[in-house]
């Protein structure tokens, strides 16, 4: 199965809707991964904005 990620909110999604923003619209067209363990530790989540510890693609489309 090919990874998809929000739209909105560029996090991998694993079920049918995005944890965060709870939204269907997906895309599989995405640059870059990044894995946020901890938000408060993390400098990239911090310059992504990043609030809720998860995969994110760096770009999507
Ligand atoms: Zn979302």
Same mark, same amino acid.
């Given at each position: 199965? *090919?990874? $998809?990620?929000?739209? *909105?909110?560029?996090? &991998?999604? $694993?079920?049918? !809707? ?15 991964? %990044?894995? %946020?363990?901890?938000?408060? $530790?993390? !400098?990239?989540? *911090? ?10 693609? &760096? $770009? %999507?489309?």
């Amino acid at each position: 199965m *090919k990874k $998809k990620f929000c739209k *909105k909110c560029k996090i &991998l999604v $694993k079920g049918d !809707k995005c944890p965060i923003c709870g939204g269907n619209s997906f895309t599989e067209t995405y640059y870059g991964l %990044v894995a %946020v363990i901890d938000t408060n $530790k993390s !400098k990239m989540a *911090k310059e992504l904005d990043i609030t809720i510890p998860g995969e994110y693609a &760096l $770009k %999507v489309r």
